[in-house]
Structure formats: structure tokens, C-alpha cells
């Protein structure tokens, strides 16, 4: 370990660091809004705006000790740091503490510790550190398995917590594989896998089935004549579609949980029952409806800073967490949401750019990590809020309230900016 001094400052890339001091102040004044009570008379610790002041205080003692470590310590523990994250996550099932219906937690007392949070960090080193051993080796299909492996053994262990909001963000590194060179192939085949999943239900296994056949027809009637056509490959893919269809509505009614198939009847419309619609409305829906109702009322410019009657309603439970840019849009209208997404929007594309101009293979791998990382959350969480994407509940990065995703994000984005910070000085 060093003391960083001025250098190393100088060479932070502060652009960075000022779009996340932003994001963490706006989210806290937010926490405060949707959770203060007019009947306190001082500030209170003990509150949870009170407690995300003290996470705040946490993250940047976290802060200075990321900065105070050797550029090259997260490469080369990286595999450590990865096999103590999938310990704490098996940890779980012996001695999780369970928190609105998911054992995702260890109550240490003064703080309940979301280990999924820290093994988000961990499996970007571990990827970008398998990635950089196996150099230009990713188009053998070993090592694109084992890639693949690295993250999926983490979104196996959360998904039983339930938190299936996490799984779907450890295979959001897959874009880091497909960075480095994995044929885009695999990404066809997970979209195709996603819209045939989701026209079964809405449409059925039948005009799928149509669908397909007439496509197929039509590729073999509409084909040169000097074009040769995989006949039994692609026979082979139609079968494999045809009985993946089958398998959906068997998926959906006995893996899937019921608040998981609402959720789905709901965004889809699946539901033709009048009646049973409004019943998942005002249960499942209810966050979403609530939430949109909340954004819409703030109008262009926003009631104002405290101001906000739905949010002080208590209209959209849990509003400080996973909610939180409903405070935004009721209190600042379309002007503040239009801020957050901008700031997040230039905070992703700067992350881009310094990934890009790392000479060393390991950082420029991780800051992709980084980027599809904070990319899903922040798609899926205002997706989410404002009704276009089912409620699967992952927090805002840098926003929500919560000591474990604040840290969590916090140590995901400056080992990063550490990494850049030194790219000249190591001479990579």
C-alpha cells in the first residue's frame, strides 16, 4: 500500500468524480424528501436519511483506501476477491437474514450487509482478470465456457435468495465478452431465446409455430440459386424453437412463482379476466401505477423541493429505494428527471471513453465491466418506474438508499478511476 498524494489527484479523472458527487447529493436530497417528517425537530441520525448521511461518510473512507492501493492489487487478487464474494453469497443459506421476502442480507447489528452488492465487483475483476490470461484466446470454445461460468455461478447462488434483479446483472458482463471478441452470435441467440419466451405468452405455441414455418418458406423460395442452404441446421433450429415454445407455458406455470407471472400478466396483458386484471393491478401493480401517477403529477418544472402530496402520501411504498426517481419526477418535474438522466447518460459515455484509451488489457476489461454494471441498472430501474419494464427491483446506482449498494457502486466505479489514474505512470 502507498499514501496517495497530489499526483495521484491530479490525475483522477475528475469529470468522473463530480457527476458522482452529483448523483449521491440529488439522491440524498430525494431520501429526504420521500422519507422526512414534519414532526421532527432536528436532524436525526437515526432516520433513514440520517443513515444514508453515515453511509455517505462510510463511502468515502472507502474512497481514500481504494485510492491509497497499488494500481495492480485488484488484478492480482482478483480471483481472491471473487472466491470470498461466492463464500459470503453461500453464506446465505446458513446464515441470511431475510428482508421483505429474500434472504439477500447478514444482520451485523448496526448494519444489514447485501453480499450480491460487493460480488457484482468482484465478478468483473474475476471476468476481466480470466480475460486477460487467456489474452486472445476467447474464440476457442473452452475458454469462452469457462467466461461464461464466472458469471453464472454468482447468478445461480442469488437467484434462490430470490433476486432475480442481481442474477440478470451478472449476465450483463457479458458485453465485456463480447468487447474482447466473442462472436455476436451468442447475443442473437439470447435475444431470439427472449422474444420467442415472450411471444409464446403473449401469442401461443401455435402461431409461433406458423410464424416460423412461413418464414422459413419464404427464405427457401426467395433464395439464390447459387446460394447454398444448411438444410438440416436449420431444420435442427426450428425443431429446437418449436419445443423451447412448448417448454415456456410449463416454465411459466410451475418455476416461476405467482408474484413473478403476475408481474408478466401485467406488463404483457396476459390477463383477459377484467376483474383479475384489476385485482393484479391494485396488488402487483400497485408500485407501478402508483409511481407513474407520482412522475406524472410533477409536470414540467416540478411542486417543488418538500412539496410533493403524492410523495408525502406515502403513495409508492419503499419510496427511498428502489422508487427514489419518483421523488424526482414529482418534486422536479420533467426538469430534474431530465438532469439525472443526463448525468447518467454522460457518466456511462466518459466510462466508455476511459475504458477505450487503457493500454492495459485488465483495466480496460473491468471499466466495460463497469459500464455494463451501471448501464442495467440505470435502464432497468427507470424502466421499471415509469412502467415500461416489469418491477424485478434493483436499485438506482449512486441514488437509492442503502449502505450496500452505495458501497457497493462506489468501490465499483474508483478501483476503476484508480486504474485509469495510473495508465501513464505504469507504462502499459
Avoid at 441470511?96 to 460487493?118: K, R
Wanted: net charge positive.
Amino acid at each position: 500500500m502507498s499514501v496517495f498524494g497530489k499526483s495521484v489527484l491530479k490525475r483522477l479523472d475528475w469529470l468522473s468524480i463530480l457527476i458522482f458527487i452529483l448523483l449521491v447529493t440529488i439522491g440524498w436530497v430525494n431520501i429526504y424528501a420521500s422519507t422526512y417528517s414534519e414532526d421532527e425537530l432536528a436532524f436525526n441520525f437515526s432516520s433513514i436519511y440520517g443513515k444514508q448521511i453515515l453511509f455517505i461518510g462510510i463511502n468515502f473512507i472507502l474512497i481514500i483506501v481504494i485510492l491509497a492501493l497499488e494500481s495492480n492489487f485488484f488484478e492480482r487478487f482478483a480471483s481472491v476477491i471473487y472466491v470470498i464474494a461466492l463464500i459470503l453469497l453461500l453464506g446465505l443459506f446458513v446464515f441470511g437474514t431475510t428482508i421483505a421476502g429474500a434472504t439477500s442480507w447478514y444482520n451485523l447489528g448496526f448494519f444489514n450487509l447485501q453480499p450480491s452488492e460487493l460480488a457484482k465487483v468482484a465478478t468483473a475483476l474475476a471476468l476481466a482478470r480470466y480475460l486477460t490470461d487467456i489474452q486472445t484466446d476467447i474464440k476457442r470454445k473452452r475458454h469462452q465456457f469457462y467466461g461464461f461460468l464466472v458469471l453464472f455461478i454468482p447468478a445461480i447462488l442469488v437467484i434462490p435468495q430470490p433476486d432475480p434483479g442481481s442474477a440478470l446483472v451478472f449476465f450483463s458482463l457479458v458485453f465485456v465478452l463480447f468487447r474482447e471478441g466473442i462472436p455476436v452470435f451468442y447475443l442473437g441467440i439470447g435475444l431470439f431465446t427472449i422474444l420467442i419466451f415472450i411471444c409464446t405468452l403473449m401469442f401461443g405455441t401455435i402461431w409461433i409455430t406458423i410464424v416460423l414455418g412461413i418464414l422459413v418458406s419464404l427464405f427457401f423460395l426467395l433464395k439464390k440459386k447459387s446460394f447454398k442452404i444448411p438444410v438440416i441446421p436449420i431444420s435442427i433450429a426450428l425443431l429446437v424453437t418449436i419445443l423451447f415454445s412448448l417448454s415456456v407455458n410449463f416454465v411459466f406455470e410451475n418455476v416461476f412463482e405467482q408474484r413473478h407471472r403476475d408481474r408478466f400478466s401485467l406488463w404483457l396483458s396476459l390477463e383477459k379476466d377484467p376483474k383479475k386484471l384489476e385485482v393484479i393491478r391494485k396488488t402487483i401493480g400497485y408500485n407501478t401505477y402508483q409511481s407513474e401517477k407520482t412522475i406524472e403529477s410533477g409536470g414540467f418544472f416540478g411542486k417543488g423541493f418538500l412539496e410533493g402530496t403524492r410523495t408525502k402520501g406515502d403513495f409508492v411504498p419503499e419510496q427511498h429505494t428502489d422508487y427514489i426517481f419518483t421523488t424526482v419526477g414529482e418534486e422536479w418535474g420533467f426538469i430534474g428527471t431530465s438532469t439525472v438522466i443526463i448525468l447518467f447518460s454522460i457518466l456511462l459515455l466518459r466510462l466508455v471513453y476511459l475504458a477505450e484509451r487503457q493500454k492495459n488489457a485488465f483495466n480496460r476489461m473491468y471499466g466495460y465491466g463497469v459500464v455494463s454494471i451501471l448501464l442495467v441498472h440505470y435502464f432497468i430501474n427507470i424502466g421499471m418506474v415509469i412502467g415500461l419494464l416489469p418491477t424485478i427491483g434493483i436499485p438506482l446506482p449512486f441514488f437509492s438508499y442503502g449502505g450496500s449498494g452505495l458501497l457497493g457502486f462506489t468501490a465499483l466505479l474508483f478501483i476503476f478511476l484508480k486504474m485509469d489514474s495510473n495508465r501513464l505512470k505504469e507504462g502499459f
